[in-house]
């Protein structure tokens, strides 16, 4: 988080976490990590308001398009990425662990 391109978010209720997002600038594009928001908080527009505001911030370092990793098999949140984003048609992520 110490890096100027990163971004971390948290929405607030009270002294409560009620949601958070990281977002980080590769020069490009801003990409979307983790967005996460406390079941009892759901249903009340925080993810898209985080989404939201995460794009501003990104978007004032430059970024003019964005990307989000999205687990498939969470239906919650592949709801809710498509509701917002267009799914990149035969986009493929490799990964490797060491």
């Known amino acids: 988080m110490a890096e100027p ?3 971390l978010l948290l929405a607030m ?3 409560t976490i009620a949601g958070s997002v990281i977002g980080a600038w590769d020069g490009w594009r801003g990409n979307i990590y983790r967005l996460a928001v406390s079941p009892e908080y759901r ?3 925080i993810a898209r308001a985080l989404v939201q505001e995460v ?8 970024a003019r398009r964005f990307a989000a990793v999205v687990e498939g098999n969470h239906p919650w949140a592949v709801e ?3 509701s917002i984003y267009e799914r990149e048609p035969n986009q493929l992520r490799y990964v490797k662990n060491i």
């Open 13 to 15: 209720a009270g002294e």
């Open 80 to 82: 809710f990425w498509s």
């Open 43 to 45: 249903r009340r527009g």
């Open 55 to 62: 794009e501003r911030e990104l978007a004032a370092r430059g």
């Open 5 to 7: 391109g990163a971004v």
